[in-house]
């Protein structure tokens, strides 16, 4: 069964202080991880896909890294509005596409 | 990005009545399109899986007679809760997969819909 375990469950962090966000997975087979940002009240946004251990894509202050394992999202120097939970998703090969989620991890930036 | 958009964004339904909930891809024809409901502060619950074309694929414990799902044609897929009762009352959320490999399995999600059952 894929599994995805997200840490932490909630983060406090001042403005300007960079961190990372962990996403630990067991799947069969990866299709893909997703990384999604939800704030409160709002369907999840799409932010990355990963493909392959080794991948790193960006979008401004935010990176995503994967290994065979886990993926990081890296945030560096967040400002207020960075504040939201961020989703982390396998989706396995082969099957229905469903994508299994993690618990998130709530971001609180402090300004 | 890829649009997926959802209406109502809120609804507010008396108890027994039924209410219909759109999900349509904007720019780009899902193949797939998954329907989520989310409590307060928790994670997504997949309701069910819906192809084009074919009957949902519901989750187990999701009651099929309850919540209709219909996935008429590439772009536009709906929910239907039948006759609602307050404990119907959460978030619903759809998301659509544009299907192929690589850039084309990303899933995008539409903005969710709030109903109230009172």
């Known amino acids: 069964e894929d599994q995805v375990t997200q840490s932490p469950e909630a983060l406090r962090l001042q403005e300007g202080e960079s961190s990372s966000l962990n996403c630990s997975y067991t799947?069969?087979?990866?299709?893909?991880l997703f990384w999604y940002r939800q704030d409160p009240g709002k369907g999840p946004e799409f932010l990355f896909t990963?493909?392959?251990a080794g991948e790193e894509k960006e979008k401004e202050r935010l990176k995503a890294t994967l290994t065979k394992k886990e993926s990081f999202l890296h945030i560096t120097a967040p400002k207020p509005e960075d504040s939201a939970t961020y989703l982390c998703?396998?989706?396995?090969?082969?099957?229905?596409?469903?994508?299994?989620f993690g618990r998130g991890t709530s971001l609180i930036v402090h300004p | 990005g890829a649009v997926v958009s959802q209406h109502p964004s809120r609804v507010i339904c008396k108890s027994g009545t039924s209410v219909k909930i759109e999900c349509r891809s904007l720019?780009?024809?899902?193949?797939?399109m998954f329907w989520y409901r989310q409590f307060p502060k928790q994670s997504l619950m997949l309701m069910a899986t819906?192809?084009?074309?074919?009957?949902?694929?519901?989750e187990q414990g999701v009651e099929k007679d309850k919540f209709l799902i219909n996935h008429a044609s590439l772009t536009l897929s709906t929910l239907t809760v039948t006759s609602a009762h307050p404990e119907d009352s959460s978030f619903y959320i759809c998301?659509?997969?544009?299907?192929?490999?690589?850039?084309?399995?990303?899933?995008?999600f539409g903005e969710g819909s709030w109903l109230t059952v009172v």
């Open positions: 799947v069969s087979g990866l299709r893909g």
């Open positions: 819906s192809n084009e074309g074919s009957k949902a694929t519901y």
């Open positions: 998301s659509a997969r544009a299907g192929g490999s690589g850039s084309g399995n990303t899933i995008y």
């Open positions: 998703a396998v989706q396995a090969s082969g099957g229905r596409y469903i994508p299994t």
């Open positions: 990963l493909y392959s």
């Open positions: 720019d780009f024809q899902a193949t797939t």
